[in-house]
């Protein structure tokens, strides 16, 4: 079936070491989102992919950055984790956004 | 700003009823769409249901259906013959038609299934 697959499904990460998230997705779809989730909390934006031409949201960390090295890959890095980055971080992807997007289950990520 | 809100932040209903969540959701603009995402425990995100602003119809999807009232910017879902499976966090989602690369998330309702 076609998917989008987010791995690790759980990430413990040391407080300030570096850490990577991925994506794939086997859709082919031009669009790749990552969401940052908290505690029941509504997912927040952090940036997207269309393509390859980046869009970050305004309020997004600079210690967060990512990348999209081709269409079914995309890639969450973040440079020095505190504490508050403690979230399920969510990928997503869509073909034009108008139908829906398609998520991935999730990473969640621990920091300690 | 164009936001999202849900009001009820946790619900419940006895297997087989009839639920219906509150969503209410504000832009200035005409051309949107809205759409219904269920988030089971632990599970992935999933589209339950989506409504384009253009339509008068209101979308309906087996056992899940809308109410889209436009002039009150109101979309809310309603779930019939309520299942077990339905246990889940349901998210309201907004997004523009001239920003299609962001889809606005309400707060969420948690939604128990009682047997």
């Known amino acids: 079936d076609a998917m989008v697959i987010q791995n690790p499904r759980y990430q413990v990460t040391q407080f300030g070491k570096p850490v990577t998230l991925s994506c794939s997705q086997t859709l082919n779809h031009n669009v790749m989102y990552w969401y940052q989730q908290k505690s029941s909390q509504a997912p927040k934006l952090l940036f997207h992919?269309?393509?390859?031409?980046?869009?970050n949201e305004a309020d997004t960390p600079d210690n967060f950055q990512s990348r999209r090295p081709n269409t079914s890959f995309c890639f969450l890095d973040i440079r020095s984790p505190g504490l508050g980055d403690a979230a399920m971080y969510l990928c997503a992807t869509s073909e034009t956004g108008v139908y829906g997007y398609t998520f991935g289950s999730g990473t969640r990520l621990t920091v300690v | 700003a164009q936001t999202v809100t849900q009001s009820q932040p946790e619900m419940s209903v006895q297997e087989a009823e009839t639920v219906t969540l509150s969503c209410t959701y504000d832009t200035s603009e005409s051309n949107y769409y809205l759409f219904w995402y269920k988030q089971p425990p632990s599970r992935q995100m999933i589209l339950v249901i989506r409504q384009e602003a253009y339509k008068q119809q209101n979308a309906t999807e087996n056992r899940f259906s809308v109410n889209f009232q436009k002039a009150a910017k109101s979309f809310s879902l309603k779930i019939s013959d309520s299942q077990l499976g339905d246990t889940a966090m349901y998210f309201c989602?907004?997004?523009?038609?001239?920003?299609?690369?962001?889809?606005?998330f309400g707060q969420g309702t948690t939604l128990q299934v009682k047997p």
């Open positions: 992919y269309y393509d390859k031409d980046f869009n």
């Open positions: 989602a907004f997004m523009t038609s001239s920003n299609t690369g962001k889809l606005i």
